[in-house]
């Protein structure tokens, strides 16, 4: 089975400053994908950036970048000139190819501070 | 883009009724919907995924019997919340995708379900 963890349950930054979310995760398979999905207070599940397992380069999205480590099962998001709206809890999750199933990481509670 | 609507955005209901829950697929064909439960400050834990004209697959653990899951067209999937409980209150998510093998989840905004 596979497994996403995300070792900071809370951050907080100033804002216009960068921030870096980790995430690790289990699995034996070779082919997948990665998400980071934010949830801001509404609720809404927002899908930020996606990480096809098979591509060696890291996906950017504007200011969120990923850095994906394969052999070392990482996959940190790196949020640039943070903003008040990025406030939000912040899930990794997991997709293997092929499969239907996403698998979330238990959240990070990013506070952006004016 | 994509655009899942569920109704009702919250619910309160007394101990012993049954809520229903609707989840839509507003502008495509979801040939794959899931139904997923977030208590407060948690993940979200995936509860059944339901494929339109078939029955749902529930996870280890979810009663089948508690929540009836119902996917009756490529655009409305509904979860049915039988005899409900204070434990059942909790906030009750569905995403849709389309297509075989992974697509994108599309979210909908969710329902908060308190049953006093």
């Known amino acids: 089975a596979q497994t996403v963890t995300q070792s900071q349950p809370e951050m907080s930054v100033q804002e216009a400053e960068t921030v870096t979310l980790s995430c690790t995760y289990d699995?034996?398979?070779?082919?997948?994908?990665l998400f980071w999905y934010k949830q801001p207070p509404s609720r809404q599940m927002i899908l930020v950036i996606r990480?096809?397992?098979?591509?060696?380069q890291n996906a950017t999205e504007n200011r969120f970048s990923v850095n994906f480590q394969k052999a070392a099962k990482s996959f940190s998001l790196k949020i640039s000139d943070s903003q008040l709206g990025d406030t939000a809890m912040y899930f990794c999750a997991f997709i293997l190819f092929g499969n239907e199933k996403l698998t979330f990481g238990t959240g990070t509670r990013l506070t952006i501070i004016p | 883009g994509a655009v899942v609507s569920q109704h009702p955005s919250r619910v309160i209901c007394k101990s012993g009724t049954s809520v229903k829950i609707e989840c839509r697929s507003l502008d495509f064909q979801a040939t794959t919907m899931f139904w997923y439960r977030q208590f407060p400050k948690q993940s979200l834990m995936l509860m059944a995924t339901s494929n339109e004209g078939s029955k749902a697959t529930y996870e280890q653990g979810v009663e089948k019997d508690k929540f009836l899951i119902n996917h009756a067209s490529l655009t409305l999937s509904t979860l049915t919340v039988t005899s409900a409980h204070p434990e059942d209150s909790s906030f009750y998510i569905c995403?849709?995708?389309w297509g075989a093998g992974y697509n994108e989840q599309f979210f909908g905004p969710g329902t908060r379900l308190t049953v006093l």
């Open positions: 699995t034996s398979e070779n082919n997948y994908y």
């Open positions: 995403s849709a995708c």
């Open positions: 990480q096809e397992a098979y591509k060696q």
